[in-house]
């Protein structure tokens, strides 16, 4: 459908961990390709990063990789730079690296803290600190932060760093979105719920929080709290994604859009 022609687009976190499956990222920089963008494949892993891009390549779409750890602004801003000398732009940011650690207040590692916001928050302000001058520059653009549902609510399992990182993602989204409005420059946030991603089995602890015995009993119980039955797919999140980097949303900022199944709707916020 053309929906990102002639746009250009950085999946950051495009690999997967273990490069298995489809995750969020994988199944974003997918999708745009599809929709016609040139889709640059960014991953703190190299080959899993060009594995993505070989995907979009195999189906005869247009995709290129760069590596580098969104923690370290030497690495971003390098990379960011390398973008736009090749391609001349950036019309579409997507931020989707996130990890997670299960764990509450009293007994979570204060290492482990800093490292889910590292990655979680400082990351995203990283990239967009490097891809919005040049997006206000050339009239304006489109970022999209892979947030969580874990940001508005508790998920049934302590995870202190998590959920706090996602909350402060919204949050640098919102004010964001004011602060750039007035240069076209859209902020907007997608806040997936329970979906079946290859890095939900890594996040250490999370099957004895659901008090399961193995994975396909996490993946039955999550299930299980879902009201539409099942799990989310990474191509949700994607669709998600996408109309929000795309011209339809045009009049769209500072939204935190919900891909949940309906977990909401009955129970709580």
Sequence with gaps: ???LRNKVALVVGAG???DEGIGNGRATAITFAREGAQVVCADIDESSAEHTAQLIRNEGHAASAV????????QVERAVDSVIAAYGRIDVLDNNVGI???GGVTDLDPADWERVMRVNVTGAFNTMRHVIPYMAEAGGGSIVNISS???VRWMGYA???YYTSKAALNHLTRTTAAEFAARNVRVNAVLPGLIKTPMV???AG?????DSADTEELWRERERRVPMGRMGQAWDVANAALFLASDRSAYVTGVELRVDGGITLVSGR
């Design 1 to 3: 459908m053309d929906e």
């Design 16 to 18: 997967v961990d273990g």
């Design 67 to 74: 590596t580098f750890d969104v923690t370290d602004l030497t």
């Design 100 to 102: 997670g650690v299960v």
């Design 149 to 151: 549902l874990a940001s």
């Design 159 to 161: 995870a202190a760093s």
């Design 201 to 203: 089995t890594n996040v």
């Design 206 to 210: 999370l099957t004895d929080a659901y």
